[in-house]
Nanobody, 124 residues
Framework: VQLQASGGGRVQAGDSLRLSCAYS????????IGWFRQDSGTDRQFVAAVSVIGGRTIYAESVRDRFIMSRDNASNMVYLQMNSLKLEDTAVYYCAADNAKWRTPTNWKTYNYWGQGTQVTVSS
């Protein structure tokens, strides 16, 4: 299983970005997919996740109503639309795959596979 995150960049506060995560390997629709982020000196932080069954989504409180996560099983892609970006959204964003069947989608330790990360920098 390989995950490739892309779409990061440098934007100003209030701007939007869309991150993409390309999946390859074993059957995509076995895995829930999560987005996490980590800034230097901080712990890895849950951002959002989407389930393999039913497309359920869950968001961190800090991004709810600003970020939208979606998945396209036909193309093995996952997206994170980030709107109204804030300075505190600056981090490296990672997508990850989890076969725990939505038991603990916010816990990064349960995810089996990780992409390499894409940097998002929000400036004032």
């Amino acid at each position: 299983v390989q995950l490739q995150a892309s779409g990061g960049g440098r934007v100003q506060a209030g701007d939007s970005l869309r991150l993409s995560c390309a999946y390859s390997g074993r059957t995509f629709n076995r895995y829930d997919i999560g987005w996490f982020r980590q800034d230097s000196g901080t712990d890895r932080q849950f951002v959002a996740a989407v389930s393999v069954i039913g497309g359920r989504t869950i968001y961190a409180e800090s991004v709810r109503d600003r970020f939208i996560m979606s998945r396209d099983n036909a193309s093995n892609m996952v997206y994170l639309q980030m709107n109204s970006l804030k300075l505190e959204d600056t981090a490296v964003y990672y997508c990850a795959a989890d076969n725990a069947k939505w038991r603990t989608p916010t816990n990064w330790k349960t995810y089996n596979y990780w992409g390499q990360g894409t940097q998002v920098t929000v400036s004032s």
